[in-house]
């Protein structure tokens, strides 16, 4: 089986129990996610040999971060245990038309304190064929920015297929920079663009003819004009795949995805998603899909039929990382999502 490597920041996930507000509850569930960390748990569980590179401190809440990803199969061999502190997010769960309500507590995390040097990625690439990361790395700090730029190099000059989810996260770019002044010079290393509806938007300035996503309608046909100007801008790019999601409430939506691969452009099925369990990582789960189809020689279509399909799934799974199977992936594509008891 091929190998990923994926990097990015990690974060202890604080969350009240169900549904609950912030002000109504003393407990909260602790568990650990994070963009990359994410994409690497999914493909591990679908048989890829992946590899997950970030910093985490040397400490007990560390240590148990560390055990959360190993536990699925992730190679974290190439973790760095330096820093002064692991990331958290706090997230309380929209319902019905009440939205999901996120509160970030990463100022001075490990990640954001890493720089050039820090890590071997000469070794962490060894034997590989992917690397993943995401837009949110870039944004956390100027020395997280510089790192990926390092991590691109080395990737780029040992041939490895890169991948990059444009993940804008306005709130994150503070650090002197915005997205449209770093991102072009990082997106100049990739090879296959994942990204939502407005990230092409909020990032380079490339959006959807008649999307209108706060209105909860989104159209396939609209977004082989976002691929055709991310290729045009970046003709290094092969691939460009978005997912869409139709926002009815914060329990119900419709979910899709398409592939334009620079003359053809592929439309994913079409789910309605009605009684939603938790949607953090939806677009992580998608792109470990579409990761893993790639790397399985499959064409296009499979490619994003596959991806949408592991995604909806994610939309079932209390946490971060979607723990389902490819069988279960196969099963959902050819069933239509009856949801039946299987005996």
Known sequence: MPTAVTFGEIMLRLKPPEFLRFNQTNVMEATYGGGEANVAVSLANFGVDARFVTALPDNLIGDACLNSIRQYGVDTSHIVRQGERLGIYFLEAGAVQRPSKVIYDRANSAVSQVKPGDLDWEAAFDGADWFHW?????????????VVKEALEVAKAKGLNISADLNYRKNLWKWGKTAGEVMPELVEYIDVAVGNEEDADKVFGIAAPGADVEGGHVEADSYRYVGEKLMERFPNLSTVCITLRGSISASHNTWSGVLYDGSDMYVGPEYDITH????????????????????SGNRPQEVVDFAVSASCLKHSIHGDPNMVSVAEVEHLMESGGSGRVQR
């Open 276 to 295: 939603i369990v938790d949607r953090v990582g939806g677009g992580d789960s998608f792109a470990a899909g579409m990761i893993y189809s790639m790397l």
């Open 134 to 146: 995401t837009g949110i790395t870039p944004a956390i700090s100027e020395a997280a920015a510089a």
